[in-house]
């Protein structure tokens, strides 16, 4: 079982930024894919970002060259650096933790086991 939390989330104007946290419980965090969500209001929830156990990335291109992920294993932590923030970026910000061996795309959400709780992001124009 594992357990996220989330963090970061906030008010910025258009043209800003913000750093996502997202905590996790257990020993097995280093083995996880680690993927960031959203979903804004009144729209379904989307792919963001994803962070597998070897490092490699995968950006959806709606923030691709403005948001950064991380991981450190040493923290059990995955981060989210969003840069050059717009107002469509406003929504819902989930951390999801998926197993390696998914047989799933990992840009699906069924690829995901862990969801944590959410973390609000607003940017106002």
């Known amino acids: 079982q594992v357990q996220l939390v989330e963090s970061g989330g906030g008010l910025v104007q258009a043209g800003g930024s913000l750093r996502l946290s997202c905590a996790a419980s257990?020993?097995?965090?280093?083995?996880?894919?680690m993927g960031w969500f959203r979903q804004a209001p009144g729209k379904e929830r989307e792919f963001v970002v994803l962070?597998?156990?070897?490092?490699?990335?995968y950006y959806a291109d709606s923030v691709k060259g403005r948001f950064t992920i991380s991981r450190d294993n040493a923290k059990n932590t995955v981060y989210l650096e969003m840069n050059s923030l717009k107002p469509e970026d406003t929504a819902v910000y989930y951390c999801?933790?998926?197993?390696?061996?998914?047989?799933?795309?990992?840009?699906?959400?069924?690829?995901?086991?862990?969801w944590g709780q959410g973390t609000q992001v607003t940017v106002s124009s």
């Open positions: 999801a933790a998926g197993n390696y061996y998914s047989t799933y795309d990992p840009r699906l959400q069924q690829a995901y086991d862990y």
């Open positions: 962070i597998a156990r070897g490092g490699s990335t």
């Open positions: 257990g020993r097995t965090f280093s083995t996880y894919t």
